[in-house]
């Protein structure tokens, strides 16, 4: 089934312990991005990557890091968590950066205290 | 900068009404227009995409209109349903591959 994963579903975690969100998407798609949703925000893309290797910064993308060393995962990865970090967050894939359907993980809600 | 808005930002109608859910956008060069579905605490659903030299995309019971010149789409929801209850949210497709999104429609349908 295609399909776009994160891991975890849930997590809680304290501030200032680092942690990493997996993605990943098994259509061999190029383009993977990163969104936080927050109540009255809407949904913000935080970073997105074009292809392997290839990372670029979204709207929101201070306080995060991202990689792409293999084209299905994009790891998002919170070095030092704060409190304004939590939030939900979803990742996305789509074939291209142009004219494609993009595809949802299904979400990571992250609470730090 | 391109910002999306949708109105209203909830709605509550009886079972059965046919309805409009309005998105606008501020800038008209765009790749597509999608709209979604979110049900609550869980994923989005894409529910149709428009490309930016069509017109509408039809699914079903819902249709999309874009009229990118005046920076505008609409979702038509007929006959609805209980089942549709959920938020919708449009989105258009910018150079960088990013999605910029409204922030919603709250939908209920009351049986």
């Known amino acids: 089934e295609a399909q776009v994963t994160q891991n975890p579903r849930y997590l809680i975690t304290v501030t200032g312990k680092k942690l990493t969100v997996t993605c990943s998407q098994n259509m061999n798609h190029e383009y993977m991005s990163w969104y936080r949703q927050d109540p009255g925000l809407g949904l913000r893309q935080i970073y997105y990557s074009m292809n392997v290797e290839v990372t670029d910064k979204g709207d929101v993308p201070e306080g995060y890091k991202v990689s792409r060393k293999e084209k299905r995962n994009f790891p998002l990865i919170l070095e030092s968590p704060s409190p304004n970090q939590t939030s939900l967050y979803f990742c996305a894939s789509s074939p291209t950066s142009g004219r494609d359907t993009q595809y949802f993980g299904p979400g990571t809600r992250l609470t730090v205290l | 900068k391109q910002e999306v808005t949708q109105i209203p930002a909830a709605l509550s109608v009886p079972e059965g009404e046919n309805l409009v859910l309005n998105c606008s956008f501020t800038?008209?060069?765009?790749?597509?227009l999608q709209w979604f579905r979110q049900d609550p605490g869980k994923g989005l659903t894409s529910l149709l995409l428009?490309?930016?030299?069509?017109r509408e995309q039809t699914s079903g019971r819902l249709n999309a209109s874009l009229d990118k010149s005046s920076g505008r789409s609409t979702l038509y929801i007929a006959a609805s349903q209980p089942g549709d209850s959920a938020t919708y949210l449009c989105a258009v497709r910018g150079s960088q591959g990013n999605l910029i999104f409204g922030k919603g429609t709250k939908l209920s349908v009351k049986p």
């Open positions: 800038d008209s060069a765009i790749y597509n």
């Open positions: 428009i490309q930016s030299s069509q």
